[in-house]
């Protein structure tokens, strides 16, 4: 996760990882609900369906993706 970034996006990185840039601060949660968002929009699912499951306080992030279109 990349927070303040000046061009936000999601790309998928060559370790088959994402890397998530949101124009968001990292203060008061900004960033993560930014990147709950940003993830959300990518792969088409509500908002809800995005959990971040550890690294709330950091850069690094696991999320949890779930959907019944499946």
Same mark, same amino acid.
């Given at each position: 996760?990349?927070?303040?970034?000046?061009?936000?996006?999601?790309?998928?990185?060559?370790?088959?990882?994402?890397?998530? /840039? @949101?124009?968001?601060?990292?203060?008061?949660?900004?960033?993560?609900?930014? !990147?709950?968002?940003?993830?959300? *929009?990518?792969?088409?699912?509500?908002?809800? /369906? @995005?959990?971040?499951?550890?690294?709330?306080?950091?850069?690094?992030?696991? !999320?949890?993706?779930?959907?019944? *279109?499946?």
């Amino acid at each position: 996760m990349v927070p303040r970034a000046k061009r936000p996006g999601v790309e998928r990185m060559p370790d088959g990882s994402w890397r998530v /840039a @949101v124009s968001a601060p990292a203060e008061d949660g900004k960033a993560n609900a930014a !990147v709950i968002e940003a993830l959300a *929009r990518e792969f088409d699912v509500p908002k809800g /369906a @995005v959990k971040i499951v550890r690294g709330l306080t950091g850069r690094l992030k696991e !999320v949890e993706i779930t959907s019944s *279109r499946c």
